[in-house]
Nanobody, 123 residues
């Protein structure tokens, strides 16, 4: 069982930046594909970004490409999401997820989830 804990959310004005962090309990963290998803009120959980377990290749949703950057630090069991040029439509609860398989855009593929951290972007 992998425990994931997100942090770094908060209230920010449009155009601002935040960095989300996800701490994993798994000692073999480097063997997992890691992803970030978000869920706004009344909407389905949607893919934001993912990073592979080997080459560290990033993948992004079209809505955040060029603004968000995912990275990982396997030595410290951490994954990050740097969010720049934030927009009000980015407001959501952001979740960190882990999967033993390859990168996926579908939330049901991921095995473990954090509790989420709230990101609110004001206009």
């Amino acid at each position: 069982q992998v425990q994931l804990v997100e942090s770094g959310g908060g209230l920010v004005q449009a155009g601002g930046s935040l960095r989300l962090s996800c701490a994993a309990s798994e000692r073999t963290f480097g063997t997992y594909t890691m992803g970030w998803f978000r869920q706004a009120p009344g909407k389905e959980r949607e893919f934001v970004a993912a990073i592979t377990r080997s080459a560290g290749t990033p993948y992004y949703a079209d809505s955040v490409k060029g603004r968000f950057t995912i990275s990982r630090d396997n030595a410290n069991n951490m994954v990050y999401l740097r969010m720049n040029s934030l927009k009000p439509e980015d407001t959501a609860v952001y979740y960190c997820a882990a999967d033993r398989g390859g990168v996926s855009y579908y939330s049901y593929v991921y095995d473990y989830w954090g509790q989420g951290t709230q990101v609110t972007v004001s206009s």
